[in-house]
Antibody, heavy 126, light 106 residues
């Protein structure tokens, strides 16, 4: 079955760029009507949606983060990536990648996040 | 922006029924998804599109959605159901989560 695995540095300095990759195994990243998401969770807090990139490469980001976020797709490696610029301590969180698909026959919304990576902790500190 | 409101915590006696609510303006018109997150683990989808269970999720988990409240119901609560539970909707193309509810099984 499809599995997701996040990877990237666990420590990033303030003002630098956070870069994470999610590797998809057990299926093709572009083999269906998939939307590949990033979700983060600040320590002891709830879930925050960051954005998604579709299997065709279209992106949509959270309004609160869109000025600092870029997502990309690497179909040759079956991976998708997150870049978050100008990080501060407020970006310290566990970052998850997750998949969502549209309901059958529907294009205006998505179903829930059916597959998640295990998450990776990123600390922003000098 | 659209907001989802969940109680901070819910307690249930072992073997009894727990109900976790998720409030939102006319949430009944939206598809609501529910996640279970155990300590130190990634969230798991337990209900999608208001009332559907993914494969592998016990029938003890059910849900409803009407008016301004969606509800996740867990019958015959077990110690293993202790977790944080989140509701989630899509507002256009934006994913929105509720603040989460800590379920304690007594």
């Amino acid at each position: 079955q499809v599995q997701l695995q996040e990877s990237g540095p666990g420590l990033v300095k303030p003002s630098q760029t956070l870069s994470l990759t999610c590797t998809v195994s057990g299926g093709s990243i572009s083999g269906g009507d998939y939307f590949w998401n990033w979700v983060r969770q600040h320590p002891g807090k709830g879930l925050e949606w960051i954005g998604y990139i579709s299997a065709t490469g279209s992106t949509y980001y959270s309004a609160s983060l869109q000025s600092r976020v870029t997502m990309s797709l690497d179909t040759s490696e079956n991976q998708f990536s997150l870049r978050l610029t100008s990080v501060t301590a407020a970006d310290t969180a566990v970052y998850y990648c997750a998949r969502a698909v549209p309901p059958p026959g529907v294009v205006v919304t998505l179903d829930g996040f059916d597959i998640w990576g295990q998450g990776t902790m990123v600390t922003v500190s000098s | 922006s659209y907001e989802l409101t969940q109680p901070l915590s819910v307690s249930v006696a072992l073997g009894q029924t727990a109900r976790i609510t998720c409030g939102g303006n006319n949430i009944g018109a939206r598809n609501v998804h529910w996640y279970q997150q155990k300590s130190g683990q990634a969230p798991v989808l337990v209900i999608y599109r208001d009332l559907n269970r993914p494969s592998g999720i016990p029938e003890r988990f059910s849900a409803s959605n009407s008016g301004n409240t969606a509800t996740l119901t867990i019958t015959r609560a077990q110690a293993g159901d202790e977790a944080d539970y989140y509701c989630q909707v899509w507002e256009g193309r934006t994913g929105i989560f509720g603040g989460g509810t800590i379920l304690t099984v007594l």
